[in-house]
């Protein structure tokens, strides 16, 4: 009895949500610096219409986050829209799930690949990756984990080298941490639990 009572706990626990799917996400920002992110709010478009359709982090496995959501009060209001993952230049950049390029060229000087994400609704979500060397054309069809990039040396607005990856649909920006379900957010190493009352070592 005590160790179906135990199994139950155990996938409860592994199921139940963190408080913040950032620090999951092994962020180590400041206090202060990812507030939008462990309050829960949200922009003007409700973040629960974002379907978790990724299948992977756009680069690494589970990248260092800088910096991470922090939605604006108003549309021109401060806030960051997208999050900041750790990258060195050249590292390779993956679409997070099925899409088409959007686009693929330089905005104010930085490289940026932007994807449509299929089956996403109307008008689509998109999310976008700078600063970043393309590495596929404007129309491509892409599926997830394929390298649509590489992180380009300066350009970024993080004090050592990062993707900036942001989420939208239509004009309202979105958390791009949304997109991943909990398997891919959560994952890490396997921890068992005390057995009818013997700790474990």
Known sequence: M?????VALTVAALLAPPASRLFAAGATAPPGAVAGAVTGARPAADDDTVPAVGRTWPVGVRPRVPRGWEPPATVYGPGHRGVDLAAAPGAP??????????????????????????GTGDPPLR????PVRASVPQGAEVTAGEVIGTVEAGGSHCTAPCVHWGLLRGGTYLDPLSLLPPWLLHRGPSRLLPVLGVPLP
């Open 93 to 118: 950049v993956r679409a997070v799930a099925d899409g088409r390029v959007s686009f693929a060229g330089r905005v104010a000087g930085k490289g940026v690949v932007s994807v449509e994400l299929a």
């Open 2 to 6: 005590q160790l179906v009572l135990v």
């Open 127 to 130: 999310t976008t990756y700078e």
